[in-house]
């Protein structure tokens, strides 16, 4: 069965911090990737996608995450977080015409 | 471009009432999908459509009904509501070739008593 695993419910940090939110998933066959993000109070905004090419992909606001496929792993790195990172983040995956989530890890950064 | 909207923003319904979430997206997606978020489980997909007259399950469709009559309205029904039905509901659109790069409603929370 399709799934996704974020290992971290709540992950806390100062600002400056360096991050990184585990994803990995079971999917059987070619997977397209994705991280999303859900600032307090507002919808879900795309972060990053890999489809191909290189494993290493850049999204906005300066993330970036690493398609590992031996590991099936996708995780999600930020060098230094701000207090605006504060948020929920969904790993998703597909590989047809809907996406499967992982559960959320939600973010908490202090000033 | 407005994006993908829906309404309400806000509902209270008490038990056995039904209702229709709305959502439309002015993108001209073919592939829209409803969402329902819950705490600690993520964004599970309810139902979703591929085009115009085209629909399908997802993971949790039991207690919804949807329709795509046209590529720009996606509505979802409750036919009767249960209080197991309080969620926050999205809905989602994306385009055929990128169609898994779904882009997101601002949610309608729904509250069942």
């Known amino acids: 069965a399709q799934s996704v695993s974020q290992h971290n419910h709540h992950v806390i940090l100062s600002e400056a911090a360096s991050l990184e939110l585990g994803c990995n998933y079971s999917?059987?066959?070619?997977?397209?990737l994705f991280w999303y993000v859900q600032y307090p109070g507002q919808h879900l905004q795309l972060l990053l996608k890999?489809?191909?090419?290189?494993?290493l992909v850049k999204g906005i606001k300066g993330f970036e995450a690493e398609f590992i496929k031996s590991k099936f792993s996708f995780n999600l790195r930020k060098p230094s977080v701000q207090w605006s990172d504060t948020a929920e983040y969904f790993c998703?995956?597909?590989?047809?015409?809907?996406?499967?989530f992982g559960k959320g890890t939600t973010l908490s950064v202090s000033s | 471009n407005a994006g993908v909207t829906q309404t309400p923003k806000f509902q209270v319904l008490k038990t056995g009432q039904s209702m229709t979430l709305q959502c439309a997206q002015d993108?001209?997606?073919?592939?829209m999908s409803w969402y329902r978020q819950d705490p600690g489980m993520g964004l599970r997909l309810i139902h979703y459509?591929?085009?115009?007259?085209?629909?399908d399950q997802g993971e949790v469709p039991n207690g919804y009904n949807v329709s795509r009559s046209t590529t720009e309205d996606f509505p979802l029904r409750l036919l009767s509501a249960a209080p197991s039905q309080t969620s926050v509901y999205f809905c989602?659109?994306?385009?055929?070739?990128?169609?898994?790069?779904?882009?997101f409603g601002p949610g309608t929370r729904l509250l069942v008593l």
């Open positions: 999917y059987g066959g070619t997977v397209n």
């Open positions: 459509s591929v085009g115009a007259g085209i629909t």
């Open positions: 890999y489809f191909s090419g290189d494993p």
């Open positions: 989602a659109s994306s385009w055929g070739q990128d169609q898994e790069t779904q882009y």
């Open positions: 998703a995956v597909g590989g047809g015409t809907a996406l499967i």
């Open positions: 993108m001209n997606h073919e592939y």
